[in-house]
Every structure is written in structure tokens, then in C-alpha cells.
């Protein structure tokens, strides 16, 4: 793997042939683009067989958010629909003596992921007068009008009215830490998002009049190494605070 190759295929699972992509050019359309890549340890399982907690520590280890803001140069005061996935070697590789984990960046658009016409340091630096384009906007659905806890869609925030935008990815936890349930979850998340309905208080308000919400991790996603909640505020109410 290389460090700014770029991939036209979307990457997997590690138990699934991750790392089976074609490169493709950066400067057209592709689907990820290698940020880094790092060393496994020499004691690492084939990724086939290795545990969720073994891949999930070594992909919190090296495939960082902020190891990939920094190669694309981007400072955003909140986060963005750029998100870091970890690909390992194959059996083959592996029994051949590959021991890297490659770190590839990614767009979230809809439920999945989508194209980046160009390079993403370059594209983070065409919009660097206005790193909003990469916001990450959800709609609020069902009778609450509040943001999807399964099935958050990514989107360009273009509804004041209708979209809550991702203020904040505070952890709740550690890699080694076991799942603590959906109430000790749900109570840590409403502690660590609370605090930006005042941050960004613009005055206009969900329907509940609260003024933020979260979405805490599931069982599963913590088995996968999920350890972030995400805070939302109502669109309107955070570029009237700005």
C-alpha cells in the first residue's frame, strides 16, 4: 500500500478481502485514498481470524481522524462527512509475511459512500474560505422530526429548517472497555452533548424545544470499536450562532 494511491471501489471489511481494490487516478472521481499506512505487530492474527476488539485497537491506533485532517490539511471547527476505515492483507498476504494496516479516507454521502471528483487535499483546499461544503447535515424523521440513530443519512446542509448538523464526536469510552449497555450510553451521551445548546443557542429550536440531540453507539457498533457519540443541533439554530 502507498500512502496518496486512490481507490475506485469501496473498501470492506477485514474479513471480507479489504484491500482487492484497483487504483485508481486521483484526480478523477474515486471512492477512497490512502492516508497512511502502518505496521501490525509481529504477534497480529490473520485479519480473517483476528478478534472485533484486536481490529477495532488497531485500527483506533493508527487510522485517526486527526492523522487524516492533517494529510488533507483540513482544520474544520466541527466534524466532517470525511470519515478514516482501516484495510488489512489478505490470508495471502499475510502468509507471506504482510503485516500493514492501511488507513484509507472516505466521503459519507446517504447511507454509504460517495465519490471525491479530486484529490482530497486538494479539494479541502479549493473550499478552504468556507469548509462548511463538508458539513455533515442529516434530516430529522418520523414524528419527532429528530436525527435517525439507524439510519443516518449524510447530507449537504442545505435545509436550514429541516436538518440537524454534526457539531461534536466525543468519546465515551476505551477500545478495551466492554459494552456498558444503552442506558449508561444514553446517559453519557446526554452529558457530553448537552452543553451545545448553549454553544450554539441561534434561537431556533427543534420541535421539542430543546435545542441538540445525540446518537449514542449499539451493541454492535461497539463491538466494532465504536467509541464516539454524536452531538447534533438543528441547522437554522447553528448559523444563527455563528
Known amino acids: 500500500p502507498t500512502v ?23 484526480e478523477g472521481p474515486h471512492l477512497s485514498e490512502t492516508f497512511y499506512v502502518g505496521s501490525l505487530p509481529a504477534s497480529f492474527p490473520d485479519p ?37 476505515v482501516a484495510l488489512f492483507p489478505d490470508p495471502l498476504q499475510y502468509g507471506a509475511g504482510e503485516r500493514w494496516i492501511r488507513c484509507d479516507l472516505v466521503y459519507s ?29 442529516t434530516p430529522g424523521v418520523g414524528y419527532s422530526k429528530m436525527p435517525s440513530p439507524t439510519k443516518t443519512s449524510a447530507q449537504s446542509c442545505d435545509s436550514p429548517t429541516k436538518q440537524w448538523v454534526l457539531v461534536a464526536r466525543p468519546t465515551v469510552g476505551t477500545i478495551a472497555q466492554k459494552y456498558p449497555g444503552s442506558r449508561s450510553l444514553d446517559s453519557k451521551a446526554a452529558s457530553k452533548c448537552k452543553v451545545f445548546k448553549n454553544t450554539y443557542s441561534g434561537g431556533i429550536k427543534d420541535p421539542y424545544s430543546r435545542g441538540w440531540s445525540y446518537i449514542y453507539p449499539m451493541a454492535k457498533g461497539w463491538t466494532e470499536g465504536v467509541r464516539t457519540v454524536s452531538c447534533w443541533v438543528p441547522l437554522k439554530q447553528y448559523i444563527n450562532s455563528k
Open 48 to 84: 480473517t481470524k483476528a478478534t472485533a476488539k484486536q481490529i477495532a485497537a488497531a485500527r483506533a491506533s493508527n487510522c485517526t481522524v486527526a492523522r487524516m485532517n492533517t494529510y488533507m490539511g483540513l482544520n474544520s471547527p466541527i466534524p466532517t462527512r470525511f470519515r478514516p
Open 109 to 137: 454521502t446517504g447511507l454509504s459512500i460517495g465519490e471525491m471528483p479530486k484529490p482530497a487535499a486538494q479539494w479541502v483546499g479549493e473550499n478552504a474560505g468556507d469548509l462548511s461544503v463538508f458539513n455533515y447535515c
Open 4 to 26: 496518496g494511491d486512490c481507490h475506485n471501489n469501496a473498501p470492506l471489511g477485514p474479513k471480507e478481502g479489504s484491500n482487492l481494490q484497483s487504483v485508481a487516478l486521483c
